[in-house]
């Protein structure tokens, strides 16, 4: 877990686009594998996209070919673009860090973003 401040959501029409950004501080930001990870209201949260400190990319089944994950490690952040947006996309977005694999749950999350994809 790193601490965290993630920006960039806000409303859009389905298939519209946004580019979610997560800075992370007092950590070595270029040694963490990072993920972003989404959660709706009475549902659990689900990890969307990871990026390693490698730069290897991974991607949820319902989002590959349309989101996009990458990072700057001059900035120590972490991006997601997310186009060809769909309702079903809406959710509280936010991203964690790990040294080691990424987990689903973390004691400490930033205060997330929201998207809201709806017309």
């Known amino acids: 877990q790193v601490p965290v401040v993630e920006s960039g959501g806000g409303l859009v029409q389905p298939g519209g686009s946004l580019r979610l950004a997560c800075a992370a501080s007092?950590?070595?930001?270029?040694?963490?594998?990072m993920g972003w990870y989404r959660q709706d209201p009475g549902k659990q949260r689900e990890l969307v996209a990871t990026?390693?400190?490698?730069?290897?990319?991974q991607y949820i089944d319902s989002v590959k070919g349309r989101f996009t994950i990458s990072r700057d490690n001059a900035k120590n952040t972490v991006y997601l673009q997310m186009n060809s947006l769909k309702p079903e996309d809406t959710a509280v977005y936010y991203c964690?860090?790990?040294?080691?694999?990424?987990?689903?749950?973390?004691?400490?999350w930033g205060q997330g973003t929201q998207v809201t994809v709806s017309s």
């Open positions: 990026i390693t400190s490698g730069g290897i990319t």
């Open positions: 964690n860090g790990d040294l080691g694999p990424l987990l689903i749950d973390y004691e400490h």
């Open positions: 007092r950590i070595t930001f270029s040694r963490y594998n």
